[in-house]
C-alpha cells in the first residue's frame, strides 16, 4: 500500500512560475548527484533515493532533474520515489536536448523534444511534467519554432510550464516570441552575477521566472573550503578567491546568530533575491538536503541581505 506524506517543514512563501499555473517552494532540489552517475564519481543510488526522500519530507516542493543526469536514471529514481508522495504537491522540473542517436548533440527539434517528453513521463511514471525546459539550444532549430512545440504539449496537458536552460539572451527573446516562455534556468550566484546586467532585467519586464543553477558555487559557498583549496576552483584568481574566503567568514558570523549554517545563510539570501524565483541546491548526502530545508524558515534583515549583496559585487 502506498503511504502518502506530507512535508516536514512549515511552508515558506510560495512562488508561480511565470504565467503558468506552477507553484513551488522556493528551495527546491538539484539532482545532478541524484543518479548523475555520467557526470560525477562514487554516487549510491541509495543516497540519491534517500536525498530526494527527505527532499520531499522536508518541505521542498520542486525536484529540478534531467535526461542528461544519468541518462535516464535520475529521472527513474525521482519516479520510484513519488510514487509514496501527493502527486499534485510534487513539482518536477526536468529537461532534454541532447540526442543519443547524435552522439548526444543537441536537438531542439519538435519531434526530438516531443519524443523526450513522453521519454521522460514513462521514466517518471507521471502523466504530467510540471516544467519541461529545453536544456540545451541546438545550432539549426529556430527558438520559437521549438518552444512553439512546448506550447502544444502544454496545450494537451503533458507539460504545464514551459523553459529554456543555456541560452544566451537573444536566443530567449527569439524563444519567447510569442510570450511562451515562463522560466529560465542558468548560472548565476554570488561568485557568478553576469545574469544581473541584462538577463535578469529582461525575465523581470516579461514575466518570467528565473532558476539558478550552482547556487552553492558547487559547494564553495557552503563554508565548507578554506584559503588553502584555492586549486580546486581555478576560475577564480587568488585575489577573488581570497575575497570569497573572508565573505564566507563574515558569513558565519551571521550564521552564529541565527543558530544556521553559511549555507542555509547563503541559501536565504537567494530566498530574499526577488529576481530569484527558486533556488535548487544540489546535495549528494540526505543530511545536505535536510539542512539546506532548514533555509525556508530563515529570513535575513535588509541590512544583512545588503551586506552580503554587496560583499560580492564584482563577481
Ligand atoms: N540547467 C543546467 O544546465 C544545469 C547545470 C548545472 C546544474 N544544474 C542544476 O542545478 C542544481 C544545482 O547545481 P549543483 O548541484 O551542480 O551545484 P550547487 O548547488 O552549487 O552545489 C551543490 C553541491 O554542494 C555540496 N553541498 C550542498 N549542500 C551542502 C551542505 N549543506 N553542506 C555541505 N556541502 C553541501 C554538495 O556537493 P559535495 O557533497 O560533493 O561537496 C552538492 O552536490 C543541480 O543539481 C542541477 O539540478 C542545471
Redesign the pocket.
Known sequence: MNIKRSGGLKMSEKVRIGKSDVVATKVG?????VGGHNL?KNLDDQDGYAVVRTALDSGITLL???YM?GLGRSEEIIGEVIKDYDRSKVIIAT?ASQDPARDHDNNNTPAFLKQSVEDALKRLQTDYIDIF?I??PDKGTPKDKAVAALADLKKEGKIKAIGV??FTLDQIKEANKNGDVDIV???Y?LVHRAAEKELLPYLRENEISFVP???????L??G?YSALDADKFKQFNSEQFRKIINNISRIKEIAAKYDA?A?QIVLAWYIANPDVSVV??????L???A??AQAMNLTLTKDEYAEIDTAFKGF
Request: glycine share 6%; no cysteine; proline share 5%.
Open positions: 532540489l538539484g539532482t545532478n548527484k560525477f529540478d532533474t534531467a543526469y529537461k525546459y536544456h540545451f536552460s543555456n534556468e542558468d548560472n550566484s543553477y550552482f547556487p552553492l558555487a558547487s559547494g559557498l557552503t565548507k549554517t549555507a535548487i541546491p544540489g546535495a549528494r548526502k543530511e545536505q538536503v539542512s539546506n
